[in-house]
């Protein structure tokens, strides 16, 4: 016999399963950790900020307020984007900002 139940409740998820339980989530956690001690350079490790070092520089305050600022202006460069109908210009503008993005998180 058929029922009117409407075709997205038999898509719908089963949340009635339970999570992992906290010694699941442990042990994925305690792998995870292990897999990134050994596959990972030792330098990779070290996450206290340093101007000078090439991967702990993007740590520090100022790269952060960079990325923060970049943030903004991609987001508003997107919503420009959106109201030009020409692809050539926006295949244009997002090299032209690619390549300011790249030259504002590089300098030194």
């Not at 139940?5 to 995870?32: C, D, E, R």
Request: aromatic share 16%; with cysteine; glycine share 4%.
């Amino acid at each position: 016999m058929p029922t009117n139940k409407p075709i997205f409740f038999y898509l719908t998820i089963n949340y009635s399963q339970k999570p992992l339980s906290n010694t699941a989530a442990v042990i994925m956690k305690f792998i995870f950790q292990w897999l990134c001690s050994k596959l990972l350079p030792g330098w990779m490790h070290n996450k206290k900020p340093d101007a000078k070092h090439f991967y702990r520089r993007l740590f520090t305050n100022a790269y952060q307020n960079k990325k923060q600022r970049l943030t903004i202006y991609w987001l508003i460069l997107g919503g420009f984007l959106t109201q030009i109908n020409s692809l050539p210009a926006i295949v244009c503008l997002l090299l032209i900002a690619t390549f300011a993005t790249f030259a504002i998180l590089d300098e030194g």
